[in-house]
Antibody, heavy 125, light 112 residues
Framework: EVQLVESGGGLVKPGGSLRLSCAASGFSFSSYTMNWVRQAPGKGLEWVSSISSTSTFIYFADSLKGRFTISRDNAKNSLFLQMNSLRAEDTAVYYC??????????????????WGQGTLVTVSS | DIVMTPTPLSLSVTPGQPASISCKSSQSLLHSDGKTYLYWYLQRPGQSPQLLIYEVSKRFSGVPDRFSGSGSGTDFTLKISRVEAEDVGIYYCMQGIQLPNTFGQGTKLEIK
């Protein structure tokens, strides 16, 4: 059974940092592109970032470049999202998701198939 | 960015009756690899999204066959042949042909 379990969310002050983790199991993690997708309270879904299976290709939403970093450890079946300089508008549930598809040098051609339960990040003073 | 526009934004359906949701993309979702990268998700209240349909019409593992997807290019439809109580939630279409992946704002399905 595919399982994705996020952790690391919490309350942080504006300008602060958080590192989210996603523990994957039940599939060959090193073979899949992975995404982070977020959902602000009461709002829709917003793609955050994609990382290809070997970390060769990494993509971010333009509004997040320079503040967020995505990484993975295939030996530990883990995905990470380092979030710096956090703002109130970053408040959201952050989901990690396995991706069905592939990434190339210009984009990913894919969509999430399995999603974690999400971890809530609240940015507030 | 590709804009995904769902119609309607909400619908109320009697159990056992059909339901249909449309989604229009601002650009074609047909890739040169022959695939059309259109996905449908259901987010039940308090839960994470779950994949229903990928690449326009392919039902994901475990998804009941009352769900079906159709369409091409920029116009797509999700149909539920007979709505059940467990189908309540928000339905999102998403394009996966271009980054940033973009989602429609969602269609809320309620049971009458």
């Amino acid at each position: 059974e595919v399982q994705l379990v996020e952790s690391g969310g919490g309350l942080v002050k504006p300008g602060g940092s958080l590192r989210l983790s996603c523990a994957a199991s039940g599939f060959s993690f090193s073979s899949y592109t992975m995404n982070w997708v977020r959902q602000a309270p009461g709002k829709g879904l917003e793609w955050v970032s994609s990382i290809s299976s070997t970390s060769t290709f990494i993509y971010f939403a333009d509004s997040l470049k320079g503040r967020f970093t995505i990484s993975r450890d295939n030996a530990k079946n883990s995905l990470f999202l380092q979030m710096n300089s956090l703002r109130a508008e970053d408040t959201a549930v952050y989901y990690c998701a396995r991706v069905r598809g592939y990434c190339g040098s210009d984009s990913c051609y894919a969509g999430p198939d399995y999603w974690g339960q999400g971890t809530l990040v609240t940015v507030s003073s | 960015d590709i804009v995904m526009t769902p119609t309607p934004l909400s619908l109320s359906v009697t159990p056992g009756q059909p339901a249909s949701i449309s989604c229009k993309s601002s650009q074609s979702l047909l890739h040169s690899d022959g695939k059309t990268y259109l996905y449908w998700y259901l987010q039940r209240p308090g839960q994470s999204p779950q994949l229903l349909i990928y690449e326009v019409s392919k039902r994901f593992s475990g998804v009941p066959d009352r769900f079906s997807g159709s369409g091409s290019g920029t116009d797509f439809t999700l149909k539920i042949s007979r709505v059940e109580a467990e189908d309540v939630g928000i339905y999102y279409c998403m394009q996966g042909i271009q980054l940033p992946n973009t989602f429609g704002q969602g269609t809320k399905l309620e049971i009458k």
